[in-house]
């Protein structure tokens, strides 16, 4: 199982961005994908979650700003992440559990500037 994320980047206060995550080596209709970020000095957190049936969860500090969603054609996850935050600015990383095993792709910065 791969997983290759990309879309990280610079982006002002008040803006958008948004993260993919291409999977491969797995069936991607049976896994669960998520993002998670981890910030300076800080332990890895839980943003987003979706199944392989379109269910959602969302930590409380992006519930209304991000969206998660995945596109089975393509194989690939994806994070839109509007009205961004200072407190965003993290390495984020994309997450998959398939047949109980966790797999998790390179992080991918995002940097939110004041």
């Not at 290759?4 to 803006?15: E, I, T, Y």
């Not at 959602?56 to 700003?65: F, I, L, M, Q």
């Amino acid at each position: 199982v791969q997983l290759q994320a990309s879309g990280g980047g610079l982006v002002q206060a008040g803006g958008s961005l948004r993260l993919s995550c291409a999977a491969s080596g797995s069936i991607f209709s049976i896994n669960v994908m998520g993002w998670y970020r981890q910030a300076p000095g800080k332990e890895r957190e839980l943003v987003a979650t979706i199944t392989s049936g379109g269910s959602t969860n969302y930590a409380d500090s992006v519930k209304g700003r991000f969206t998660i969603f995945r596109d089975g054609a393509k194989n690939t996850m994806y994070l839109q992440m509007n009205s961004l935050k200072p407190e965003d600015t993290a390495v984020y990383y994309c997450h998959e559990k398939y047949y109980g095993m966790d797999y998790w792709g390179k992080g991918t910065q995002v940097t939110v500037s004041s």
